[in-house]
């Protein structure tokens, strides 16, 4: 492994002092779980790493009915998966932090480090996405907060200014009648990267379509929204008919590539598959 020197900064204006002193050649550091792979495997050679994990009152979860849910960029993946409030209101979140790695990985990987390293098969991206969550960013400049569907530009590429740390995560609180669902699809059950990923979250009315968010990982360069999907949706009856068409305009929608993982013809079938899946279960969810 290349030396570096190492930081461990007790505010946030230290670490981005430290950051802006390094002249583009230091990376933070969270959970460490997606970067020390990167350093080992020669991807990223940073001089410089900054440990944010010594910083407090970073880890937090909070809800409110108005505001919904805040966590700060060190609240870990199993702290959203074993919070019962996320499962109770953000259910498709909870599923998809229980989806990453193993355990271990949880108890060390945050949601934040999953949302910064952007790539287009992380699992909590589509599920926040769906339910229309915002990221707080704080820099030189001070604090500004991005809607997630506009934070990401391409494989592990985000809007993110250099010196800029990923604070908080907030996400809306879900209207009555919400069901939220995420469905990985890899080559393993345990331990794998996503091949495809559908997330959505729906609003009945009167058994009307009321408000519906579909979001696709692995399939594009970003996690991605289906705007053609959701607008045929939309005031709808989801009946099986209208699952299987939103499906199909889903399927059109997505861009997947072939990779060691999958071939594109296979995601694009599984695009097709799952979404059916997903819908069906955010139906009776919202039911
Ligand atoms: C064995 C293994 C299995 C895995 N399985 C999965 C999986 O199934 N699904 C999945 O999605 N991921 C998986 N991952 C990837 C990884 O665990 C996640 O992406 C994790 O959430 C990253 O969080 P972290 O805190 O460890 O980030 P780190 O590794 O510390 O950082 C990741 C990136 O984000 C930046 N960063 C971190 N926090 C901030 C911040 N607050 N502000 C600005 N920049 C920041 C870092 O500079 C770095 O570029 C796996 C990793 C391993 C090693």
Redo the contacts with the bound molecule.
């Keep these: 492994m290349k030396r570096f020197d190492y930081f461990e900064p007790p505010t946030l204006d230290d670490a981005i002092e430290l950051m802006q002193q390094a002249n583009g050649r230091a990376?933070?550091?969270?959970?460490?779980?997606?970067?020390?792979?990167e350093i080992k495997e020669h991807i990223r050679l940073p001089d410089t790493v900054i440990n944010?994990k010594k910083i407090p009152n970073l880890d937090y979860l909070t809800y409110d009915d108005v505001t919904g849910l805040k966590f700060g960029?060190l609240t870990t993946?199993r702290a959203i998966e074993i919070s019962m409030l996320v499962q109770e209101k953000y259910a498709g979140l909870a599923q998809a932090a229980r989806?990453?790695?193993?355990i271990q990985?949880r108890n060390?990987?945050?949601?934040?480090?999953?949302i910064?390293?952007a790539?287009p098969?992380?699992?909590?991206l589509p599920s926040l996405i769906a339910d229309g969550a915002a990221v707080k960013l704080y820099g030189p400049n001070g604090e500004r907060t991005i809607l997630m569907e506009a934070f990401f530009t391409g494989p592990g590429k985000t809007v993110?200014a250099e010196d800029?740390?990923?604070?908080e995560i907030a996400v809306p609180p879900p209207p009555p009648h919400t069901g939220k669902v995420y469905i990985k699809h890899g080559r393993r059950l345990a331990?794998?990267?996503?091949t495809v990923g559908v997330a959505v979250a729906l609003t009945l009315e009167d058994n009307i379509c009321k408000q519906v968010r579909l979001v696709l990982g692995a399939v594009a360069p970003t996690p991605i929204r289906v705007p053609k999907a959701e607008a045929f949706l939309q005031g709808k009856i989801v009946t099986d008919e209208a699952i299987l068409a939103a499906a199909k305009l889903t399927q059109e929608t997505a861009r997947p590539i072939s990779d060691v993982r999958s071939s594109a013809a296979y995601r694009s079938e599984m695009v097709y598959v799952l979404t059916q899946r997903a819908l069906k279960n955010a139906v009776e969810r919202a039911s």
């Design positions: 990376s933070f550091m969270a959970g460490g779980t997606d970067l020390l792979v944010i960029a993946m989806e990453v790695g193993s990985i060390r990987a945050t949601v934040a480090g999953n910064c390293r790539s098969s992380a699992d909590t993110m800029e740390v990923l604070i331990m794998e990267l996503a």
